[in-house]
């Protein structure tokens, strides 16, 4: 906590960032923070001034600006909250990125040319088109063992023409920057510009997990790691999955991919078998309707198990050069898929019309219009339209 003063409030609108619409609110300036803005790959803090909640840190210039959706007194002392968790989840990472970029150039020379604290994850871009596996390997454990040596973690400022600023790694200043710059330091293993938030010692980050790399930009490799809580939080999702696949796999965890195999080949040969069993009911369906002698002007008919394919192997059975056949497969009470097959004129006509009225979308070609039908349910406004249709083609029938 930290206790200011307000400088300044002014009304303003924050986006989402998930998308949506903007959230109306104040940017407020203090007189000083503890909350840091987004910067330098790490994302803002979050915290409280007074009990107005802050939705978003950004730096404008020298300050930080805090949007909150309740206004603030200028010239009122305020007491600042930080969110804690968070800070120290974004500490553990930051400095955890700061010593794997360190070894990665010692070990392998691979440079960090950016880096990006995910909320799950984090991920570090390295200028080197591959890593392999066995390197990963190594750098993990190198990585942890600096972690368990205890290595201080420590914060200096340099004035922005100290020559000293050569000799330290860095990405670069923003344009906008003033002021002296701020160097942190890994004793031994790396001196780095940064305006970032970090750990005291490289215990704090308790150990480090390499995910594994994947392909970046052009002849870049990204590196994705976790660190500190995060890799427990990890863990105890895996076990929470395992125990979760224990059950109902009726098996050890050693045994999950095993049995998973055998389910996907059991599964697939269902699928087959019920293909092939669809297809020979498609034609018992068709021949059925075309040995009844009633008028062979319309066929309708719905099923709740099928696939295009079903539909398609009716509609060919049939013909459709004299019949007008509408079939729909799926929930009644959900979405589905249907096919209207007949003359090409009248399917061409009325093709757009079924599609409108059962609330879906469809595209059709040489007789036959079919698509994804979101209003099952009103399949029998489909049918009457067809009867009027067929009616009116045929005044005498």
């Known amino acids: 906590q930290f206790t200011t003063r307000v400088v300044s409030c002014r009304a303003a609108e924050l986006?989402?960032?998930?998308?949506?619409?903007?959230?109306?609110?104040?940017?407020?300036?203090?007189?000083?923070?503890?909350?840091?803005?987004?910067?330098?790959?790490?994302?803002?803090?979050?915290?409280?001034?007074?009990?107005?909640?802050?939705?978003?840190?950004?730096?404008?210039?020298?300050?930080?600006?805090?949007?909150?959706?309740?206004?603030l007194e200028p010239g009122a002392e305020v007491l600042?909250?930080?969110?804690?968790?968070?800070?120290?989840?974004?500490?553990?990472?930051?400095?955890?990125?700061?010593?794997?970029?360190?070894?990665?150039?010692?070990?392998?020379?691979?440079?960090?040319?950016?880096?990006?604290?995910?909320?799950?994850?984090?991920?570090?871009?390295?200028?080197?088109?591959?890593?392999?596996?066995?390197?990963?390997?190594?750098?993990?454990?190198?990585?942890?063992?600096?972690?368990?040596?205890?290595?201080?973690?420590?914060?200096?400022?340099?004035?922005?023409?100290?020559?000293?600023?050569?000799?330290?790694r860095s990405r670069g200043l923003p344009d906008d920057h003033v002021g002296p710059v701020r160097v942190v330091d890994i004793k031994g293993i790396d001196s780095n510009l940064c305006c970032g938030t970090h750990v005291s010692h490289l215990s704090d980050l308790q150990v480090i997990k390499l995910l594994g790399v994947e392909k970046g930009k052009k002849n870049k490799t990204n590196l994705v790691f976790l660190a500190g809580n995060r890799v427990l939080k990890s863990i105890e999702q895996s076990h929470s999955t395992e125990k979760a696949l224990t059950s109902l796999l009726k098996n050890g965890p050693g045994e999950h991919i095993e049995a998973v195999?055998?389910?996907?080949?059991?599964?697939?040969?269902?699928?087959?078998?019920?293909?092939?069993?669809?297809?020979?009911?498609?034609?018992?369906?068709?021949?059925?309707?075309?040995?009844?002698?009633?008028?062979?002007?319309?066929?309708?008919?719905?099923?709740?198990?099928?696939?295009?394919?079903?539909?398609?192997?009716?509609?060919?059975?049939?013909?459709?050069e004299e019949t007008l056949l509408f079939l729909t497969v799926g929930d009644e009470k959900e979405a589905g898929l249907f096919l209207l097959a007949g003359p090409v004129e009248a399917v061409e006509n009325l093709g757009p019309r079924v599609a409108e009225l059962l609330g879906g979308k469809g595209a059709g070609k040489r007789g036959r219009f079919q698509g994804k039908a979101a209003k099952m349910s009103r399949r029998g406004e489909v049918q009457a339209l067809l009867q009027e249709f067929i009616s009116q083609q045929n005044p005498g029938a």
């Open 261 to 320: 195999k055998r389910l996907q080949s059991s599964v697939k040969l269902l699928q087959k078998n019920n293909l092939n069993l669809l297809r020979d009911i498609a034609v018992l369906i068709a021949r059925d309707f075309k040995s009844k002698p009633a008028p062979k002007q319309l066929f309708v008919l719905h099923r709740k198990e099928g696939d295009s394919e079903f539909m398609n192997i009716i509609a060919n059975e049939i013909g459709t």
């Open 80 to 168: 600042l909250s930080l969110d804690w968790e968070r800070r120290f989840d974004h500490m553990q990472q930051h400095s955890g990125q700061h010593l794997i970029s360190a070894i990665a150039e010692q070990m392998f020379g691979f440079k960090t040319t950016s880096w990006e604290l995910g909320r799950q994850r984090s991920v570090i871009e390295l200028d080197t088109p591959s890593v392999t596996a066995e390197q990963v390997e190594a750098l993990e454990k190198s990585v942890n063992e600096k972690i368990r040596n205890r290595v201080p973690v420590t914060v200096r400022e340099l004035a922005a023409d100290d020559p000293e600023i050569e000799t330290v």
């Open 15 to 71: 986006r989402p960032e998930g998308g949506g619409e903007p959230v109306r609110g104040f940017q407020v300036v203090l007189e000083d923070t503890i909350l840091f803005p987004e910067g330098g790959g790490q994302p803002d803090d979050r915290g409280l001034i007074g009990d107005v909640p802050v939705l978003r840190v950004t730096r404008r210039g020298p300050e930080a600006v805090h949007f909150v959706p309740s206004a």
